[in-house]
């Protein structure tokens, strides 16, 4: 049956699911940005992300949160994670009691080192906790957009949310799994990125494919150590939102942070990387974050940390792969 959904944010992600839930639901999407609102109402085109897509007449954009909120039963926040707590701040008078929330944000903020869940119940009221759910899971949003098959994870600690938000999105080509670890569905969006930027510079620098497959495995690890230690099951990490999402964030063209981490391996400077993106690349943001949240919980996190270094300028791309190749010799399970 048809809901009113709204989405807030106009990226990729934010445009590319207002198509998907405007082929069942009624959809208004919020854009901080007016010229994108005008647009959207006017050519039925997003002129920034994913211009090429033609985007349904039943999709209303608008620039003003309490409209693009009034009397939506779901909601889902695409923004980037920086802005996250200001967008949310600024929605939570206006949104709707019984509406369910579903974040699609991946990061890590950078001040408070909290997950995006722990953002989110930092600034709802309690009484909206248990309906606030987790989208994870490999999904570029071009592919959503043109109805490629897809599959994700929605995560709420109160399942039946998660179940309720996975029959209203799920389609013959978009499939939504239900699962309860909100922890490892946020650290394994996160975190995937980190091991993006990784995977890049190694590619970039074209060590070879047995490299990239060697980093993937030992970047999957990482994640899991620091999840486990934050609570997470570890077998989340061996699907959608871990695996999954790092399988394809790792190999696929269109992503951002690998692209990253291309350049850096070829020898350009960060600074005039991003002077020269529209769209934001978690990762960058989410490592320094991932190598204090190991420091405080006593995990080792050698491949992050290396990327860390890398992104200060601290060490060349090169030697990266020399520091990882080299560390003390141990088993693999550890």
Request: glycine share 10%; charged share 25%; proline share 4%.
């Amino acid at each position: 049956m048809p809901i009113p959904v709204g989405i807030l944010g106009s990226g990729s992600f934010g445009t590319c699911l207002a198509l998907h839930c405007a082929r069942e639901h009624r959809v208004t999407i919020w854009s901080r940005n007016a010229e994108i609102a005008d647009a959207i109402n006017r050519e039925h085109r997003n002129p920034r992300y994913l211009s090429d897509i033609q985007l349904p007449e039943n999709i209303y954009a608008t620039g003003d949160l309490e409209e693009a909120l009034a009397g939506r039963e779901l909601v889902i926040c695409a923004v980037p994670s920086h802005g996250v707590r200001d967008v949310l701040r600024a929605a939570v008078n206006f949104f709707p009691d019984h509406a369910v929330l579903v974040s699609t944000v991946k990061g890590i903020e950078a001040d408070t080192l909290m997950r995006m869940d722990q953002v989110y119940e930092d600034v709802f009221d309690p009484v909206h906790h248990p309906r606030l759910v987790f989208l994870s899971g490999p999904s570029f949003a071009h592919e959503v957009a043109e109805g490629r098959p897809t599959a994700v994870t929605l995560a709420c600690r109160e399942e039946a949310y998660a179940i309720s938000v996975q029959e209203s999105l799920s389609t013959a080509s978009f499939r939504c799994y239900s699962a309860t670890d909100v922890i490892g569905v946020e650290l394994g969006g996160a975190l995937k990125n980190v091991i993006a930027i990784a995977v890049g510079i190694c590619d970039g620098l074209a060590t070879g494919q047995n490299a990239r497959a060697a980093l993937m495995t030992r970047g999957l690890r990482e994640i899991t150590r620091l999840g486990v230690a934050m609570g997470a099951d570890p077998i989340t990490f061996l699907g959608m939102a871990g695996m999954g999402d790092l399988v394809l964030t790792c190999t696929g063209d269109r992503s951002r942070n690998r692209s990253v981490g291309v350049e850096l391996g070829r020898g350009r400077k960060l600074e005039e990387i991003l002077a020269g993106m529209s769209e934001v690349a978690e990762g960058i943001r989410t490592t320094s974050a991932a190598v204090e949240l190991a420091r405080r919980h006593g995990v080792e996190m050698p491949i992050a940390e290396a990327v860390q270094a890398v992104l200060a300028g601290r060490i060349a791309p090169e030697e990266c792969g020399k520091r990882l190749m080299m560390r003390q010799l141990r088993p693999e399970n550890e």
